[in-house]
């Protein structure tokens, strides 16, 4: 079974700031591994993806994700914080879909609620 | 392009009552999985359908059904709903079944009372 973890309820940092959300993950095999993005009463906006290749993965709004198979950690970061970054965030993996299953789903992470003050 | 609809975006229910909740797909897209997120929670996955066939289904009990029609949009069905049913049911699209990227419609928020 696959499992996402996200260590942080909240995490605030101050605007201009780096920040950095913390993920981590079991999966069988080679991950799929993706941020979602949610602002209030709004479904999950698609951040950012990692496949294969580089282990820095670059996404929208300036957002990138760090992949590492050793510690299976993918944690999100941003070089310096917006106060409209304040939402909340999640970390999903989906595993490779096998001969028998035949297909594969996104399993999620609790969230993490970012909070940018000004 | 049209990103991925859900309707109807709110909706209010007694327990004991059925509903139904709909969902277009981007276009081009033929697979939908539904998913429930109740409140502090992520996402939970429900049901994945591809291609009109149900591929997936998550630990829900019986009284979640869904279908898949011909133009690819979807249905999620729901009977003798509980309070604990009360919760955001989003849908999700990729252009085939084992497509990485699942792109979400905002969701239905429903709640049983």
């Known amino acids: 079974a696959q499992s996402v973890a996200q260590p942080e309820d909240q995490v605030n940092v101050a605007e201009g700031n780096p920040l950095t959300v913390k993920c981590t993950y079991s999966?069988?095999?080679?991950?799929?591994l993706f941020w979602y993005v949610q602002y209030p009463n709004r479904g999950l906006q698609f951040l950012l993806k990692?496949?294969?290749?580089?282990?820095l993965v670059k996404g929208s709004y300036g957002f990138e994700a760090e992949f590492n198979k050793s510690q299976t950690s993918f944690h999100l970061k941003k070089p310096s914080a917006l106060v409209s970054d304040s939402a909340l965030y999640f970390c999903a993996v989906r595993a490779l879909p096998t001969r028998n299953s035949g297909y594969s789903t996104l399993t999620f992470g609790k969230g993490t609620m970012l909070l940018v003050s000004p | 392009d049209a990103g991925v609809t859900q309707s109807p975006t709110h909706l209010i229910k007694t327990r004991g009552q059925h509903v139904t909740l709909r969902c277009s797909p981007i276009s081009g897209h033929k697979s939908v999985s539904w998913y429930q997120q109740v409140l502090g929670q992520g996402p939970q996955f429900i049901f994945q359908y591809y291609e009109k066939e149900e591929r997936g289904r998550g630990n829900f009990p019986d009284r979640f059904s869904a279908r898949q029609f011909p133009n690819y949009s979807s249905e999620l069905n729901v009977n003798a709903l509980l309070l604990g049913d009360s919760a955001l049911y989003l849908c999700?699209?990729?252009?085939?079944?084992?497509?990485?990227?699942?792109?979400f419609g905002q969701g239905t928020r429903l709640t049983v009372v």
């Open positions: 999700a699209s990729s252009w085939r079944q084992g497509a990485p990227e699942a792109f």
């Open positions: 999966v069988s095999g080679n991950p799929y």
């Open positions: 990692y496949i294969t290749g580089d282990n």
